[in-house]
Structure formats: C-alpha cells, structure tokens
Nanobody, 133 residues
Framework: EVPLVEESGGGSVQAGGSLRLSCAAS????????MGWFRQAPGKEREAVAT???????NYASAMKGRFTISKDNAKKILNLQMDSLKPEDTAKYYC??????????????????????????WGQGTQVTVFS
C-alpha cells in the first residue's frame, strides 16, 4: 500500500511570528517510515527543512536549525513542524513526505533517513507559508 500524506496549517504571518504545520499520514506510515518536511520557493529547487526517523532521531537543514522543530505523534498518525522566528526568506510551499528507501542494519531493515529529497517518494500536495515584513 502506498503511503498517503496531507499537509495543513499554512498561512500568512508577520516576520518574527510562528506557525505550526501538520501532516496527516495514512495507516502506520509515521511509525514505520522516515518522515520529512521540505519546501520550495518560486524559481528555486525543493530543499529539505527537517526529517525524522522512526526512532525519533532528527536532521535539520542548517538554515532552519534552532528555529524549526520537527515532531511526530505515532498514535495520532501526524507529523508536525513548529516554525518560530519566521523570516521573509522562509516563504515557500511546504511539503510533507514519507521516505521510501531502506537499509539493512544489525539484522533489521530500517529506513534511510537523511535530508536528501531522493530518499523520499510519497509527497503531499503542500501548504503555502508566506512571511511578510
């Protein structure tokens, strides 16, 4: 079964403000897959924001580390992104995605979880975040 994800929570905020994005995922996707947030501004390539593995470990893009926090709730099947101290350059469409690459470690098949977009294959439609001065 192909994982399905859907983002929500985007909007327009003043610089310095905060937003909390949520991603609802199908079945047990959140608990069994690497999950990530990515963003894409007009005219630019999609870039990673943060990712989270099944064990709760995280990866943050340097530009977002310290301002953004990725979290998940396995029981509620949601992935969240808390965004604080927003800047105009954070304006972009934000996407939730589930990883589809795996590796064999310690006799177990575990998700490959990095900041590489190629590690992800199940994408949502995106939610727009606009930060104004």
């Amino acid at each position: 079964e192909v994982p399905l994800v859907e983002e929500s929570g985007g909007g327009s905020v003043q610089a310095g403000g905060s937003l909390r994005l949520s991603c609802a995922a199908s079945q047990d996707t959140v608990s069994t897959h690497c999950m990530g947030w990515f963003r894409q501004a007009p005219g630019k390539e999609r870039e990673a924001v943060a990712t989270m593995n099944t064990d709760g470990s995280t990866n943050y893009a340097s530009a977002m580390k310290g301002r953004f926090t990725i979290s998940k709730d396995n029981a509620k099947k949601i992935l969240n992104l808390q965004m604080d101290s927003l800047k105009p350059e954070d304006t972009a469409k934000y996407y939730c995605a589930a990883g589809l690459r795996w590796q064999y470690i310690g006799g177990r098949v575990v998700p490959i979880c990095s900041l590489a977009t190629d590690d992800f294959g199940a994408w949502g439609q995106g939610t727009q975040v606009t930060v104004f001065s």
